[in-house]
T-cell receptor, first 114, second 112 residues
Framework: DAEITQSPRHKITETGRQVTLACHQTWNHNNMFWYRQDLGHGLRLIHYSYGVQDTNKGEVSDGYSVSRSNTEDLPLTLESAASSQTSVYFC?????????????FGEGSRLTVL | QQQVKQSPQSLIVQKGGISIINCAYENTAFDYFPWYQQFPGKGPALLIAIRPDVSEKKEGRFTISFNKSAKQFSLHIMDSQPGDSATYFCAARGRPGNMLTFGGGTRLMVKP
């Protein structure tokens, strides 16, 4: 079965360190997204990609970067982790040609920045 | 700026009762309004969705009511069950692409 997987599921790091969260999907979806989930803020879009070599900033992109070198993967990098980036991060994908707009989410990566 | 406002933030309902979650949006260009359900430790998953050309959509115990003129939509869970306990997110889609803007979420607890 097609799926979307995130790794690591849990990560503790220190302020100032670089962190990369991996996202891999096997649906062959063109669209991929990174969201962060914080209490009271719901899901906020960090970055998104509509295809290989395409990346776009979302609502809360400062301090984050992504790259899309193939269809399956969209890694999220925190260049210099800050305590404000402690959150649960969700990767999602969707079929850009579909009409329903359904997003398929991974199970999340919980990041703690000390 | 939150374009989709969701209320309440948390909700406790007795088993068999009706759970109601409300959302309001600002952008009249939104063309698709899904609800996502998230269980603890899991990612959100699509529950039910509606387009602005209909006023209501029902799937089993779940109903979306949509008021285009008021720019509001709501999720009703009839005969709520403990297994419905989860966090619910409303969302709205803008173009281009399938980019969703989510509400703040509602944590629902259904007591036995």
């Amino acid at each position: 079965d097609a799926e979307i997987t995130q790794s690591p599921r849990h990560k503790i790091t220190e302020t100032g360190r670089q962190v990369t969260l991996a996202c891999h999907q096997t649906w062959n979806h063109n669209n991929m997204f990174w969201y962060r989930q914080d209490l009271g803020h719901g899901l906020r879009l960090i970055h998104y990609s509509y295809g290989v070599q395409d990346t776009n900033k979302g609502e809360v992109s400062d301090g984050y970067s992504v790259s899309r070198s193939n269809t399956e993967d969209l890694p999220l990098t925190l260049e210099s982790a800050a305590s404000s980036q402690t959150s649960v991060y969700f990767c999602a994908s969707s079929d850009g040609t579909g009409n329903t707009g359904e997003l398929f989410f991974g199970e999340g990566s919980r990041l703690t920045v000390l | 700026q939150q374009q989709v406002k969701q209320s309440p933030q948390s909700l406790i309902v007795q088993k068999g009762g009706i759970s109601i979650i409300n959302c309001a949006y600002e952008n009249t260009a939104f063309d698709y309004f899904p609800w996502y359900q998230q269980f603890p430790g899991k990612g959100p998953a699509l529950l039910i969705a509606i387009r602005p050309d209909v006023s209501e959509k029902k799937e089993g115990r779940f109903t979306i009511s949509f008021n285009k003129s008021a720019k509001q939509f709501s999720l009703h869970i009839m005969d709520s069950q403990p297994g419905d306990s989860a966090t619910y997110f409303c969302a709205a889609r803008g173009r281009p692409g399938n980019m969703l803007t989510f509400g703040g979420g509602t944590r629902l607890m259904v007591k036995p």
